[in-house]
């Protein structure tokens, strides 16, 4: 599975911007979908994910984001409201595919800058 990242840029504190991550296939029969996200210095970290019908969040990102997906068009989103300069990162999705075991695929991340 092949995933491309894109949404990222600048923003201004409070500002708002919309992730997407788009398969190469489809992704009806991929039970979770997912964002990390890396700061500069900082280890990678979970943000949110849907695991079958559950939504799972960072304490740092509730109420403020929201991942989906579309099935029909192979992508899943990640919806960043009322963002923070701390929230600035490189944004990667991910995906888990059952092949006997789970594994892992990545996109190569898209940038996020908020800053004033």
């Known amino acids: 599975v092949q995933l491309q990242a894109s949404g990222g840029g600048l923003v201004q504190p409070g500002g708002s911007l919309r992730l997407s991550c788009a398969a190469s296939?489809?992704?009806?029969?991929?039970?979770?979908v997912g964002w990390y996200r890396q700061a500069p210095g900082k280890e990678r970290d979970l943000v949110a994910d849907i695991t079958g019908q559950t939504t799972n969040y960072a304490d740092s990102v509730k109420g403020r984001f929201t991942i989906s997906r579309d099935n029909a068009k192979n992508t899943f989103y990640l919806q960043m409201n009322s963002l923070k300069p701390e929230d600035t990162a490189v944004y990667y999705c991910?995906?888990?595919?059952?092949?006997?075991?789970?594994?892992?695929?990545w996109g190569l991340g898209t940038l996020v800058t908020v800053s004033s």
């Open positions: 296939r489809s992704i009806f029969t991929i039970n979770v």
């Open positions: 991910y995906v888990d595919v059952w092949h006997g075991d789970y594994r892992r695929y």
